[in-house]
């Protein structure tokens, strides 16, 4: 059976140029380098690596918000790498993205009814304005908020109500598989918790998949079955998350998970001194002996 998304060999590079009238490609960046990786029905994958490792760079190469320049891209079978936009429409209503900051993805001229409505009308969900108007609302109780905050602007809510009204607004068509893209780095920590088993509960109730991307180890083996771990473009290490984190099998990832701070000042200290030990670097302990 096909997964529902897989990607094989994905490459995006960018290129370098010179000139200020004539601009001459003098050579290229290379963001991702050979990616595959697959995505099962109802399954959390995630994605971590450190910043500019090239997790968002996938993500929008997977919803084709920018082109990758090589590479395949199949959803159920389907390879939607060489579509145009204008073929996308049926692909965007079965994928959609949370972003990290909604105090930027969200229009902030538009009331949170209008932004939940606005994918409903554009991919023709609803057959009238009034309907669009009582599916928002639905959409609203979905993600646990009340009905006046239909009326609000986005400025008027919480950051935790903010990220809401996103989620609300990435399943008003329905998708199959969303793409979270740092959903909870812009939240405190309690707030991280409730948004947390909010996407959990819709997974379970909608039967979603998610393609989970964060810079936070310490969530991943509580929200993600199967962890990537990317580094420079690459994905360097695979497989369920407890294994990875508990038997890391490639340096950077030891250097990953060396880096979560730890809630424990003796065992952070235990732990930073077998780190300079295996260095070969001078501990205190051993200025002081």
Not at 109 to 121: D, F, N, T, Y
Request: net charge positive; charged share 25%; proline share 7%.
């Amino acid at each position: 059976m096909n997964p529902l998304l897989r990607i094989e060999g994905l490459v995006k590079d960018y290129p370098i140029t010179r000139g200020a009238v004539l601009r001459r490609t003098v050579g290229r960046v290379r963001a991702l380098d050979e990616v595959s990786l697959t995505i099962a029905e109802g399954e959390t994958v995630g994605l971590v690596g450190e910043s500019g490792s090239g997790k968002s760079t996938l993500a929008r190469c997977v919803l084709r918000l920018i082109e990758p320049t090589w590479g395949q891209i199949l959803f159920r079978g389907a390879d939607v790498s060489p579509l145009p936009q204008r073929a996308l429409r049926w692909y965007r209503k079965q994928v959609g993205i949370v972003f990290q900051d909604p105090r930027v993805s969200l229009n902030p001229r538009m009331s949170v009814e209008e932004l939940i409505a606005e994918p409903l009308r554009f991919h023709g969900l609803a057959s009238s304005a009034r309907e669009a108007r009582i599916r928002a609302y639905e959409l609203l109780e979905l993600v646990q908020l009340l009905p006046e905050h239909g009326r609000r602007y986005p400025v008027a809510l919480s950051g935790g109500q903010q990220q809401r009204v996103a989620i609300a607004r990435a399943l008003a068509s329905r998708p199959r598989l969303l793409v979270l893209d740092e959903p909870v780095s812009a939240l405190d920590v309690t707030i991280r918790a409730q948004i947390l088993d909010l996407l959990a509960a819709l997974q379970r109730r909608l039967e979603l998949s998610y393609l989970f991307i964060t810079h936070d180890l310490s969530l991943v083996p509580l929200v993600c079955e199967r962890v990537a771990v990317m580094n420079r473009g690459k994905i360097v290490e695979m497989g369920h998350s407890h294994e990875v984190f508990q038997k890391p099998g490639q340096p950077y990832t030891r250097s990953l998970l060396e880096a979560v701070p730890v809630p424990n000042p003796e065992r952070e200290r235990r732990a930073r001194v077998a780190r300079l030990q295996r260095r070969g670097l001078p501990t205190k302990e051993g200025w002081k002996r």
